[in-house]
């Protein structure tokens, strides 16, 4: 079942709407067109625990700093000094943290109005939206079409495609952002939460979230987390990079990435202990950003009046690696011209007992 609403307007007066995505067993998606965002899901056996951070109206999405449940791009994370290089062209793109580009620069793709261009109800409901990013959008090359579509399938599991398509070589890397608060949103932080990472190897960083160009075992180091580990513990690892971030904000390496894209990994399991509810995450890409929230601020008034804080929420993004058009050892997220852009990241909700 697919429920259209209006939820707001653009500054412009320009409508933004909500598409309310229900599967047969009764859980439901909430996508807005005004960044891609996913704003609320609910679960079939408790419609009153939404797993998701959010806003109640289009003012306050428009205004949040945190990108919260955004479609991230042109480029999700950093880029180092806005600058890299495609063929010997040098571009210098938008920079708005620390002289580096965040998630696509001072206007990326989170507040925009996105158009729908498709919905499916068939087997189980399903939407697309597509943007246009014209070629010179915050510095970058190329004019970019882009098509994102959400399905919630019968085991609850909701699949993100990303489909694109540019005229020129750019380079290209969605997400996306949604804090996940697997006791519901309204619950305060996720501390006792376990996360348990499919990955050998994470990409070491500066102190301004650069990574260093290396790929590093994890072994031994605070970044191991393929034992299912409670963020609070991980948070309060004596590690000066975890330190630096107030939490986790890394980049870990999926394990059994190839380079074709044409393959789902399992990359994180997140448990919520006293619900037994479990958070299952796939993905095509080469990397995952756990963020835990760090930088929420502390007086964000989410939906219902419910106060979020750091801590409240934590992102599963996969990505290519930040600053990846710097790093020509790291996969590339170069993007040819002309050339299909294929992606896909999944996020299930499962029963401890079911697993
Ligand atoms: C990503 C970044 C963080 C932060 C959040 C949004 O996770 O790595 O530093 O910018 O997005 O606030």
Redesign the pocket.
Known sequence: MIDKSQFGQMPDGQIIDSYILTNNNGMSVEILTLGAIIRSWRLATDPSVDIVLGFDNATDYLSD???LGRT?GRY???IKDGEFKIADKSYSVSTN?QGNC??GGVEGFHNRLWSVVNTEDDLYPSITLNLTSEDGDQGFPGTLNLDVTFSLDQEDRLTIEYHALSNQDTVFNPTQ?SYFNLAGHNSGTIFDQQIQLSANNYTPADEN?IPTGEIKPVNETAFDLRQPTSFGQAINRQDQAIKA?NGL??NWCVEGFSAAQDKLQWVADVIEPKSGRILITHTTMPGV?I?T????GEATLGKNNIKYAPYHGF?I?SQFY?NSPNQAEFPSATLPANTPFVSKTSYQIKQKSQQ
């Open positions: 700093q945190s990108y991230v999700a994370n950093r943290l965040l998630h952002h979230a971030a904000d890394h950003q963020y929230g760090n930088f929420i992102c993004e930040p």
